[in-house]
T-cell receptor, first 113, second 113 residues
């Protein structure tokens, strides 16, 4: 399968703990996006990378959130001091250079107790 | 910023009938309009898209129409089948997609046998 992969698929944590998610985009896709989706809603944009550069961040991305894409390949999203309101599905999408289409991974479902 | 409204929130049709889902957008700078299908526990899957220089696009049983003047676009599914049951999302973005996609809230399509 050469699609977008995300790890882990599910994460349960206690309030106040830190969590980190990983996204592996489709090979040679230089654009990578993170979204958050809560129950009954559409995905909401969090941040965008072009290669290793983080070019856009939504106001939804509070100071407790940080994302990296160190070598322009995989990306990580870290949430520090998790809160119950962080419970959601975190989706990653990738896109080839010069194209609009975004291809989504299966997501990581985070539950904060 | 962009705002995308989607209707209806739930749509139930008999197998074999057609289904239509409608979306409106607010930002005249938006020029890329994809539709995604999301099944339970999975990430969104791109099913069709349209760009602002095209009024209609068709792919087998699925078609999308765009009215730039009225700022609305619609998804048409003909000869619906049980496997079409899912949540469908419309989305919009401008050139380059650096701000990510803005999604509607989704339509739960139910195909009645």
């Amino acid at each position: 399968d050469t699609g977008v992969s995300q790890d882990p698929r599910h994460k349960i944590t206690k309030r106040g703990q830190n969590v980190t998610f990983r996204c592996d985009p489709i090979s040679e896709h230089n654009r990578l996006y993170w979204y958050r989706q809560t129950l009954g809603q559409g995905p909401e944009f969090l941040t965008y990378f072009q290669n290793e550069a983080q070019l856009e961040k939504s106001r939804l991305l509070s100071d407790r959130f940080s994302a990296e894409r160190p070598k322009g390949s995989f990306s990580t999203l870290e949430i520090q001091r998790t809160e119950q309101g962080d419970s959601a599905m975190y989706l990653c999408a990738s896109s080839p250079s010069g194209r609009d289409e975004q291809f989504f991974g299966p997501g990581t479902r985070l539950t904060v107790l | 910023g962009e705002n995308v409204e989607q209707h209806p929130s739930t749509l139930s049709v008999q197998e074999g009938d057609s289904a239509v889902i409608k979306c409106t957008y607010s930002d005249s700078a938006s020029n890329y309009f994809p539709w995604y299908k999301q099944e339970l526990g999975k990430g969104p899957q791109l099913i069709i898209d349209i760009r602002s220089n095209v009024g209609e696009k068709k792919d087998q049983r699925i078609a999308v129409t765009l009215n730039k003047t009225a700022k609305h676009f619609s998804l048409h599914i003909t000869e619906t089948q049980p496997e079409d049951s899912a949540v469908y999302f419309c989305a919009a973005s401008d050139w380059g997609g650096a701000d990510g996609l803005t999604f509607g809230k989704g339509t739960h399509l139910i195909i009645q046998p």
